[in-house]
């Protein structure tokens, strides 16, 4: 049997058969919105978790779905954006992720896109240049020039 994908940042959903769902296909830790009205303390649990692991939202194919995503990706513009096509995520006249099958919700979770709203620059080109006598200090010997 093969390992379920661990996934670092918490996955936002709509609610509690999603995460069922969401937990059949990958190992994670969700929040659920519970719908339009957001609380304030579940707000408080999403800043928390942007903060400290990073989010993708992961909402239903569906108009209320994309008003969640608006909402969360006002207030978190780095967060992830997995989504699950409407055909993948229905069953009968039901639409959500709690339809789509644990592969389509890996898959979904595997296209995530990110939008970073800042540059980071971590190194600049002169820190990963070669310097004088840098060979000497990569080894502890004397440079040969």
């Known amino acids: 049997m093969s390992q379920k994908l661990i996934i670092k940042e ?15 296909a990958v190992d994670a830790a969700t929040i659920e919105t519970h719908g339009f009205g957001i609380t304030r303390a579940t707000w408080k649990r999403l800043e928390e978790a942007y903060r400290m692991r990073g989010l ?3 909402t239903d ?18 967060a992830g954006q997995a989504f699950i096509a409407r055909s993948k995520a229905t069953a009968g006249s039901d639409i959500g992720v709690e339809n789509a099958s644990p592969q389509d919700i890996r898959e979904a979770l595997s296209k995530v896109s990110f939008s970073l709203t ?11 240049a070669a310097t004088t006598r840098s060979e000497e200090r990569r080894v502890g010997k004397e440079c040969r020039s």
């Open 61 to 78: 194919p569906d108009h209320a779905g994309e008003e969640i995503r608006k909402k969360i990706s006002l207030r978190f513009p780095d």
């Open 10 to 24: 918490v996955i936002v959903v709509e609610g509690r058969d999603d995460t069922a769902a969401v937990l059949r």
């Open 118 to 128: 800042e540059k980071r620059a971590e190194f600049t080109e002169a820190d990963l």
């Open 56 to 58: 993708i939202v992961l």
